[in-house]
DNA sequence: TTAGGGTTAG
């Protein structure tokens, strides 16, 4: 028998029939049905639940079918509650059923007992499976374990294409480009897929430079992108401001009529804002029809990272008048607004609302921005007993906002205690050496501040050289400090020396402090 | 008998 999909309208009919006939006992009508109602409704998977808890049949296919449609509707701990009910119902899970499951543990980390899904795999011979395979090893990279994902990839003579990348993902995810990028260059074959997970490698690991120059590298092979890796492209533009690149992906998505996700919209906006092209970013935001809580929050933190507050809580009034409730990044879009825009009292407002009003509790990030907003305003003892308050431990971001007060207020007792605790929450962040160094230094206990530096040096902690980038005809350009391989590296110093000239003319004083 | 993998922001 052929497998059968029931249209939408017969669906009531077709299923009160097979109850009447007693169809409804055969596993292969009664799947069938599950199937048609979740291809019909896809978000109807507790009616699916339902249908399947009183079927008399429990098939492999109608648990299957509905660990499929929870991992949809992004429900990952519905999908492995439904796999332990399986279990005890005797449902037999089969070569179908365990990518689903994996990825939903993969998606759940609150369930770390994942591991013993591959005992099972083992047992029922499964492992040969090239689904099984590469879920397996994406399981274990998404769970931090890339030694048994490497194992597992080299336990199969031939792995697939998608054993590769899910390989090779699992590096990138887990900071190893290195070993990523030898994958990439090494496996026999290579799709979209492929090349768009060491683009987003690049992205996740902090390299928007590289991610840009093998998105080109990708059109060059004549590749067609995806929405994924377009995304991947927006990110990386945003990062390092490449305007020209985030621009040429939005018209290659209107040339192509490609439907825009909702990510893509909030990665356009995103990537507007964060190029310095406010004006592009309100008008493509104000274009799209549907607008979800991250295109509003998109637009939001966009807005206030320009120091526009009040635009910023007017943006947050119209989103309220739309009927979408904000969510945590909401309140952190604000709060960073009003950090950027010196409202202190509006930011007060708004932490205390988010708990108290909106239900939303305060997260480290939340705490982080409040304590950059009292620390920029001056409000050292406000922040301090924020600190205090702190339900979490402080992050380095927190102890750098109280150091950078110590050190304007020339608080240099307090400064050498948030020092020290920087370096021991960072060691291998050489800001933080040098910033204690400089603390010393300002206040002429050089001897101490050249012990700092020999610390930093007997660690192995290298100086990091400052970087800017600037775009240019859609080419980013890097400078790191004294560096000067750049083509046109004279004449630019040139320029850079006039200027700083008609600074010195006009009465400026050079600052080397470090902020 | 049908179905299942690897890539997606802040």
Redesign the pocket.
């Known amino acids: 028998?052929?497998?059968?999909i029931f249209p939408k309208s017969l669906l009531p009919l077709l299923h009160s029939r097979a109850i009447i006939s007693g169809q409804i006992h055969?596993?292969?009508v009664a799947?069938?049905i599950l199937?048609s109602l979740l291809r019909a409704y896809p978000s109807a998977h507790f009616q699916a639940h339902a249908l399947l808890s009183f079927s008399p049949h429990h098939?492999?296919?109608?648990y299957?079918?509905l660990l499929?449609a929870y991992?949809c509707n992004n429900l990952p701990t519905h999908a492995i509650l439904l796999f332990y009910e399986m279990l005890l119902h005797g449902t037999t899970p089969?070569?179908?059923?365990?990518?689903?499951v994996?990825?939903a543990f993969?998606q759940a980390p609150q369930y770390k007992n994942g591991a013993f899904i591959h005992t099972m795999i083992l047992k029922r011979r499964?492992d040969s499976?090239?689904?099984?395979?590469?879920?397996l090893?994406?399981f274990y990279?998404?769970a931090g374990c890339i030694v048994e994902a490497r194992r597992v990839f080299d336990e199969k003579q031939l792995p697939?294409?998608?054993?590769?990348?899910?390989l090779l993902?699992?590096y990138a995810?887990n900071g190893n480009l290195s070993m990523a990028w030898e994958l990439f260059v090494r496996m026999p074959d290579r799709?979209?897929?492929?090349w768009?997970?060491m683009i987003?490698g690049y992205?996740?690991c902090r390299k928007p430079e590289k991610a840009l120059a093998l998105f080109q590298e990708m059109m060059k092979s004549k590749v067609r992108p995806?929405?994924?890796?377009l995304?991947?492209v927006?990110?990386a533009a945003?990062?390092v401001g490449a305007l020209q690149v985030g621009k040429w992906v939005h018209m290659y998505l209107e040339k192509n009529c490609m439907c825009l996700?909702?990510?893509?919209k909030?990665?356009l906006v995103?990537m507007y804002a964060r190029c310095g092209d406010l004006l592009s970013a309100k008008q493509t935001f104000r274009r799209f029809r549907d607008k979800?809580?991250?295109?509003w929050?998109?637009i939001i933190?966009g807005i206030g990272l320009y120091g526009r507050g009040e635009e910023a809580f007017e943006l947050f009034v119209n989103m309220s008048d739309d009927g979408i409730p904000p969510?945590d990044?909401t309140f952190i879009g604000l709060l960073s607004a009003c950090s950027h825009s010196g409202m202190v009292a509006e930011g007060r407002k708004c932490f205390e609302a988010m708990s108290k009003i909106y239900r939303i509790e305060p997260k480290l990030e939340h705490y982080s921005c409040m304590v950059d907003l009292l620390a920029k305003a001056g409000l050292v003892n406000e922040m301090v007993q924020l600190i205090q308050t702190m339900p979490m431990e402080p992050n380095a971001r927190i102890w750098g906002s109280l150091f950078s007060s110590c050190r304007i207020l020339g608080d240099i007792t307090s400064g050498e205690i948030v020092g020290k605790q920087l370096i021991q929450l960072e060691p291998r962040n050489s800001g933080c050496y040098v910033q204690l160094a400089n603390l010393y230094a300002s206040s002429g206990r050089w001897q101490e501040a050249v012990a700092v530096r020999d610390i930093m040096k007997r660690r192995g902690v290298v100086l990091e050289p400052g970087c800017s980038l600037i775009e240019v005809d859609g080419m980013v350009h890097e400078f790191l400090v004294g560096d000067k391989t750049h083509p046109k590296a004279n004449e630019i110093c040139c320029v850079l020396d006039v200027m700083a000239r008609s600074l010195r003319v006009e009465g400026y004083v050079l600052n080397n402090s470090v902020s």
């Not at 098939?59 to 109608?62: A, G, I």
């Not at 697939?160 to 899910?166: C, D, F, P, Y």
């Not at 799709?191 to 492929?194: E, Q």
């Open positions: 028998m052929r497998r059968i055969d596993p292969f799947g069938n199937e098939s492999t296919f109608m299957n079918t499929h991992l089969n070569n179908h059923t365990f990518p689903l994996l990825k993969s499964l499976d090239s689904y099984v395979h590469a879920s090893i994406h990279g998404a697939g294409i998608s054993a590769w990348t899910a993902s699992g995810k799709n979209l897929v492929s768009s997970a987003s992205v996740q995806n929405c994924s890796v995304v991947n927006l990110v945003a990062e996700s909702s990510n893509l909030t990665s995103h979800n809580v991250d295109l929050n998109a933190t969510d990044m």
